[in-house]
């Protein structure tokens, strides 16, 4: 068989036939999965500040329950999850909707934590159940869509990172205000349970819609070890430089996240409610275009050049460093809200077109795997270390900065952003050679 991709037209194109609509479905699906993913993920930020308050915590103790207590677990079991995730016979919606039904129930069991080592645990909980979603829903997209339209494709469901993040800060900061952070993480976890059945009765998995003649011949081509996979995925010189500079983009993402947060509550006396709903609206929407204009610019000028997939993230996050540090500089809120909307929409215009030419430069059977290895550097380093060391670097200030330590440390964070615009810069010269067609 010959058939192109349900989505060979594109995201928006309207639907040929039942296996086009499924796609539609199929991808709207995962992208609201991927808003709660985040969601509950990221709203500890906007409640850091509460939460330290009532609980006693230090800045250090916060970023540890931001990132390591996360991202350490979620790392650990990407993998393993991933190649399980990649076997002919395994179903990855039902993979997916179990990994949602795990994290939402412990978001909301957060909620219950009466001290550090109880929240500790709840947010360990949520590391492993989200573990199982994101190289799953990778491996179904790129299984879905023509390569030409990936980049677009995961940029799609990779607006599950600033959608969730914003709702995240509203939901979180005005719930918050009105009935206290625990009511904020048991509210938004429980839908999650109902969105899991949700997916398990109507997305389907596309394995199962192949004919018996193309099953058969897939499932013997899925003969593919760990360690054959590895090898394969490292011999990509370009994954390796997209692994890198992914990896130090989500470190400075995650720790910026929670810390210009804190910024603008600490240095300029915003309020949760008034911090949450203006990041959200702000910086929140200029994430989202950011997201979905990386994926569109990565597809448009990549079908001319390959090179030009990575273009602008490598050439607009080296940009943007300036003024991202302006923004953090200047002493009016609005002011530093304003400049910091074009770094926003700049640092995360990565997304689709590294993940997109991560599931192209391995082979069908090794995706998930690939995208787990990503997942594993982005969280093992960004999320697992970004809050962190920035929460470690800004007790390590104090005595110098006093309330501004935290702006100290975001000063610094905008320039390293020069460090991941080299590495896309480093594959996109890669990319006409390693990329594969299918």
Not at 15 to 30: C, E, I, N, S, Y
């Amino acid at each position: 068989m010959n058939e192109k991709p349900a989505l060979a037209q594109g995201i928006g194109a309207p639907p040929t036939d039942g296996v086009a609509a499924h796609t539609r479905t199929m991808l709207w699906l995962l992208l609201i999965v991927y808003i709660f993913n985040f969601l509950d993920r990221q709203i500890v930020n906007i409640l850091a500040e509460p939460i330290k308050r009532d609980l006693g915590l230090s800045d250090t103790e916060l970023g540890l329950l931001a990132g390591p207590a996360f991202a350490v677990f979620y790392a650990l079991l990407g993998i393993p999850i991933a190649r399980y995730a990649d076997k002919d016979g395994t179903n990855r919606v039902r993979l997916i909707a179990l990994s949602l039904a795990i994290w939402s129930a412990m978001t909301a069991v957060c909620g219950l934590a009466q001290n550090f080592v109880q929240l500790l645990l709840a947010r360990i909980g949520v590391g492993i159940g989200e573990a199982g979603c994101t190289p799953a829903a990778h491996s179904l997209i790129a299984d879905s869509v023509a390569p030409e339209k990936r980049s677009s494709a995961i940029a799609f469901y990779g607006l599950g990172v600033p959608v969730g993040s914003l709702l995240g800060l509203i939901i979180g900061g005005v719930v918050n205000d009105l009935y206290g952070w625990r009511a904020a993480l048991m509210l938004v976890g429980a839908p999650g349970l109902l969105l899991a059945l949700v997916v398990l009765f109507v997305m389907r998995e596309p394995r199962h819609l192949r004919p018996a003649e193309t099953a058969a011949t897939a499932h013997t081509a899925a003969a593919l070890s760990t360690r054959e996979a590895l090898r394969e995925i490292f011999a990509s010189r370009a994954f390796v430089y997209i692994l890198i500079a992914a990896s130090v983009t989500a470190f400075l993402g995650y720790g910026k996240g929670l810390w210009t947060i804190s910024f603008f509550i600490r240095s300029h006396g915003l309020s949760t409610t008034e911090a949450g709903l203006s990041m959200a609206v702000v910086l929140g929407l200029a994430a989202a275009l950011g997201t979905w204009l990386g994926g569109k610019l990565a597809d448009k000028y990549g079908a001319r050049d390959k090179r030009h997939i990575l273009t602008f993230p490598a050439f607009g996050m080296a940009i943007v460093a300036p003024v991202l540090f302006l923004g953090y500089y200047m002493e009016h809120w609005l002011v530093a809200m304003a400049l910091l909307v074009v770094p926003s929409i700049v640092n995360n215009a990565y997304y689709g077109p590294a993940y997109g030419c991560v599931q192209g430069l391995v082979q069908p059977r090794a995706r998930a795997v690939a995208a787990s290895i990503m997942l594993f550097g982005q969280n093992l380093i960004g999320l697992g270390l970004g809050p962190f060391l920035f929460g470690v670097m800004s007790d390590a200030l104090q005595p110098v900065a006093g309330q501004e330590s935290v702006r100290w440390v975001l000063y610094g964070a905008a320039w390293l952003g020069l460090i991941p615009a080299f590495f896309f810069w480093r594959a996109s010269l890669r990319l006409n050679a390693e990329l594969k067609s299918g």
